[in-house]
């Protein structure tokens, strides 16, 4: 069981990315999913969390900007960034929980820089 994420790269301050993490091997069950990043120098954070249901949470500083999304069917979540800032330079994390374990995904590198 693994999650997968991809989706990051460079893109000018204002521009968008979405970014995906999808879940395999053996799953027979996924509750919650989030994703969390951590900026060079500082300690890892939430972005954004969803449960099973599709309720979500957001940090203050991405509200209005990002949006998570899951598809239960494909067993992936998405993070749709919009407004990109430098300050969202980070390496993007995946995490859920997953057979009632929870797991980290490899990290995606997002560069906000013109």
């Known amino acids: 069981v693994q999650l997968q994420a991809s989706g990051g790269g460079l893109v000018q301050p204002g521009g968008s990315l979405r970014l995906s993490c999808a879940a395999s091997?053996?799953?027979?069950?996924?509750?919650?999913m989030g994703w969390y990043r951590q900026a060079p120098g500082k300690q890892r954070e939430l972005v954004a969390t969803?449960?099973?249901?599709?309720?979500?949470n957001y940090a203050d500083s991405v509200k209005g900007r990002f949006t998570i999304s899951r598809d239960n069917a494909k067993n992936t979540v998405y993070l749709q960034m919009n407004s990109l800032k430098p300050d969202d330079t980070a390496v993007y994390y995946c995490?859920?929980?997953?057979?009632?374990?929870?797991?980290w995904g490899q990290g995606t590198l997002v560069t906000v820089s013109s």
């Open positions: 969803i449960t099973s249901g599709g309720r979500t």
């Open positions: 091997g053996s799953v027979f069950s996924i509750s919650d």
């Open positions: 995490n859920g929980d997953l057979n009632r374990r929870n797991y």
